[in-house]
């Protein structure tokens, strides 16, 4: 990477909290019609762009592939994992649709 950046800081992370706060980022950088928490997987429409998940940024993908590393990190057999495989599940979906649609 760039510079040497150490990027993995995911071993003291609060897993409620920080979830919590993915999930609303992720929400942020959705169009409006994918703005539903948990998520909905209904047909796109012939003129949806995929441009808007570039609001964010030209890491965005990075960050939100860092962020699940650290939730991951951060879970533990006694905490709910259902927020964290929906994100996962939908991250996945998103990035599938966009190399289909490429």
Not at 18 to 24: L, R
């Amino acid at each position: 990477m760039k510079y040497g950046r150490n990027f993995s800081r995911g071993y003291n992370v609060d897993e409620q909290k920080f979830g919590a706060a993915v999930i609303k980022w992720w929400l942020t950088i959705q169009p409006i019609t994918r703005k539903t928490w948990p998520p909905t997987y209904n047909a796109l429409p012939e003129d949806f762009s995929f441009d808007y998940f570039n609001r964010g940024g030209p890491n965005g993908v990075f960050l939100m592939v860092l962020c699940l590393s650290w939730w991951a990190n951060a879970l533990t057999p006694d905490t709910d994992h259902t927020n964290f495989r929906l994100v996962l599940h939908d991250v996945r979906w998103v990035l599938k649709q966009i190399v289909a649609h490429a």
